[in-house]
């Protein structure tokens, strides 16, 4: 398993990519109003504008601005995803297709959802 990227929920698109961008000097990838990634080697920044739809849903809750959600990246996502079964871990979104990403999410024992997809496979 390997640390992909972290997902930073932000209130402002336009200026939290002016703080990262200008301020702290990383190189921006790819921007929309609603997601945005920068370059920093070998770990995706991502920044998630939107906030919370649902306030019940576990995945809803830490998407108020100012957190942030780890993403992993596994070679075989169904056979963690049933080591995690396995091992009584709650799974908030079982693992399924979203943009063409084979990912699961799953929460720690502090309630924190964490993210983790399917590494592709090397071309």
């Given at each position: 398993?390997?640390?992909?990227?972290?997902?930073?929920?932000?209130?402002?698109?336009?200026?939290?990519?002016?703080?990262?961008?200008?301020?702290?000097?990383?190189?921006?990838?790819?921007?929309?109003?609603?997601?945005?990634?920068?370059?920093?080697?070998?770990?995706?920044?991502?920044?998630?504008?939107?906030?919370?739809?649902?306030?019940?849903?576990?995945?809803?809750?830490?998407?108020?601005?100012?957190?942030?959600?780890?993403?992993?990246?596994?070679?075989?996502l169904?056979?963690?995803?049933?080591?995690m079964?396995?091992?009584?871990?709650?799974?908030?979104?079982?693992?399924?297709?979203?943009?063409?990403?084979?990912?699961?999410?799953?929460?720690?024992?502090?309630?924190?959802?964490?993210?983790?997809?399917?590494?592709?496979?090397?071309?």
């Amino acid at each position: 398993m390997q640390l992909d990227y972290a997902i930073v929920f932000v209130s402002d698109m336009s200026h939290s990519i002016q703080f990262y961008r200008e301020i702290l000097g990383l190189t921006l990838k790819y921007e929309t109003s609603e997601w945005s990634e920068f370059i920093t080697g070998g770990i995706t920044l991502a920044l998630h504008g939107g906030g919370i739809s649902d306030p019940d849903s576990p995945i809803d809750r830490l998407k108020s601005a100012g957190q942030c959600r780890p993403g992993f990246s596994v070679s075989d996502l169904d056979e963690f995803h049933a080591r995690m079964v396995d091992n009584g871990i709650v799974c908030v979104q079982l693992p399924k297709n979203v943009f063409g990403v084979w990912i699961a999410q799953y929460t720690d024992p502090d309630g924190l959802v964490i993210s983790v997809s399917e590494r592709a496979a090397a071309a």
